[in-house]
């Protein structure tokens, strides 16, 4: 049987992770600045995703308007979502044709989002 690229990919990445279930990581790596990171792979797709925190309840409509200002200035790979009341940071990659480089691609991209985008977007959240 095939191994699964994407588990070669992440120990060549040497990030810190768990398999969580089957075709499931959790990527909980500090020195990388990624932590908190899914990675699933559903035929024929491979999905990275983080929560990134809960949607405010005050000053929404800025609030909402700086994620799209993200998503069109600054997320190189991937965007911001809404799924029920969390924020998330989301990206989906063609398994097949998914390479090595596509995919720290990916990675780096959250990694940066993360570090730079959350103080600017933690300024919403509920005190």
Do not use: C
């Amino acid at each position: 049987m095939q191994e699964n690229k994407v588990e070669q990919y992440l120990i060549e990445l040497m990030y810190t992770y768990r398999e969580i279930e089957k075709n499931m990581w959790l990527i909980d790596d500090e020195e990388h600045d990624l932590e908190g990171i899914v990675v699933m792979y559903t035929e024929p797709l491979v999905i990275i995703r983080a929560v990134i925190m809960d949607a405010p309840q005050e000053k929404r409509l800025e609030f909402f308007t700086k994620l799209l200002e993200l998503n069109a200035n600054d997320v190189l790979h991937g965007a911001y979502a809404l799924e029920e009341d969390q924020i998330v940071l989301i990206d989906t990659l063609e398994y097949n044709s998914m390479d090595f480089t596509e995919f720290r691609a990916t990675l780096d991209a959250f990694s940066l989002a993360l570090t730079q985008h959350y103080p600017i977007l933690s300024k919403y959240r509920a005190q």
